[in-house]
């Protein structure tokens, strides 16, 4: 695939051949960005896995300290009190059989969808709409829970997902590229302690394989994994 004239110009401060240290991936990330919109920044992590096994999947949710720069809109379904708990936390939209109506309809303008577990027995009849748009609420990602408060708060503050592809590789965005350094760098070092934290029992050999980073329509930048580790834990 030939790449455009501005990504050869951000490829040329990437070297492939090297690792670099995280402070300096992140540094060199905001370089590469340029396209005329704020760009995402994706974490990429190559795991040592068989996701085909049930003991070796890797999933989970992190709450990033400087949040994703994205707003995300939040669909919850609940009722009485737990409905007016999920609008306080604020919820761009509320409700049980009404909304799963306007989802059957073809309503689908959130990115997020939480349930109070007393109603998903009226959800469960949107799994085949949900399921494959990865917007299904499930217990191992915390969004089906009676905590609806910090559970809005949290995903609209920056709360992000992980899940391991058929590759063994994790797609994660941490950021944008109007995010300072250090936010960067933080969020980066807390999506890998997170990672490297699930990390299953059935694992074998190295778990964190490789690690890269890359802006919208960037260059990947590899990332030095002794380097974020030891970031991650201080």
Same mark, same amino acid.
């Given at each position: 695939? &030939?790449?455009?004239?501005?990504?050869?110009?951000?490829?040329?401060?990437?070297?492939?051949?090297?690792?670099?240290?995280?402070?300096?991936?992140?540094?060199? &990330? @905001?370089?590469?960005?340029?396209?005329?919109?704020?760009?995402?920044?994706?974490?990429?992590?190559?795991?040592?896995?068989?996701?085909?096994?049930?003991?070796?999947?890797?999933?989970?949710?992190?709450?990033?300290?400087?949040?994703?720069? @994205?707003?995300? #809109?939040?669909?919850?379904?609940?009722?009485? %009190?737990?409905?007016? %708990?999920?609008? &306080?936390?604020?919820?761009?939209?509320?409700?049980? %059989?009404? *909304?799963?109506?306007?989802?059957?309809?073809?309503?689908? %303008?959130?990115?997020?969808?939480?349930?109070?577990?007393?109603?998903?027995?009226?959800?469960?009849? *949107?799994?085949?709409?949900?399921? #494959?748009?990865?917007?299904?609420?499930?217990?191992?990602?915390?969004?089906?829970?009676?905590?609806?408060?910090?559970?809005?708060?949290?995903?609209?503050?920056?709360?992000?997902?992980?899940?391991?592809?058929?590759?063994?590789?994790?797609?994660?965005?941490?950021?944008?590229?109007?995010?300072?350094?250090?936010?960067?760098?933080?969020?980066?070092?807390?999506?890998?302690?997170?990672?490297?934290?699930? @990390?299953?029992?059935?694992? @074998?050999?190295?778990? *964190?394989?490789? *690690?890269?980073?890359?802006?919208?329509?960037?260059?990947?930048?590899?990332?030095?994994?002794?380097?974020?580790?030891?970031? &991650?834990?201080?």
């Amino acid at each position: 695939m &030939a790449h455009g004239k501005r990504y050869q110009e951000a490829a040329k401060l990437v070297d492939r051949t090297q690792a670099y240290p995280i402070g300096e991936a992140v540094a060199i &990330a @905001k370089q590469t960005s340029n396209v005329k919109f704020d760009a995402s920044v994706e974490a990429h992590l190559r795991l040592g896995v068989d996701p085909r096994h049930a003991d070796q999947m890797v999933r989970g949710t992190v709450a990033l300290p400087h949040g994703t720069g @994205k707003v995300v #809109r939040v669909a919850v379904f609940a009722q009485g %009190e737990k409905a007016q %708990e999920a609008l &306080a936390a604020g919820a761009d939209e509320v409700g049980a %059989e009404d *909304l799963v109506k306007k989802i059957e309809a073809g309503w689908l %303008e959130f990115d997020v969808a939480l349930a109070a577990p007393d109603v998903m027995g009226q959800v469960g009849r *949107l799994g085949r709409i949900l399921g #494959r748009r990865g917007l299904m609420p499930n217990p191992k990602s915390g969004t089906i829970t009676f905590d609806l408060d910090r559970a809005v708060k949290e995903v609209k503050g920056g709360r992000v997902e992980f899940k391991v592809d058929k590759s063994a590789i994790i797609h994660v965005p941490f950021g944008k590229s109007s995010f300072e350094e250090q936010q960067l760098l933080e969020n980066l070092a807390t999506l890998v302690d997170a990672v490297n934290r699930a @990390k299953p029992a059935g694992a @074998k050999g190295q778990y *964190l394989r490789t *690690l890269s980073i890359a802006t919208t329509m960037g260059p990947g930048i590899r990332v030095d994994i002794a380097d974020a580790l030891a970031a &991650a834990q201080a």
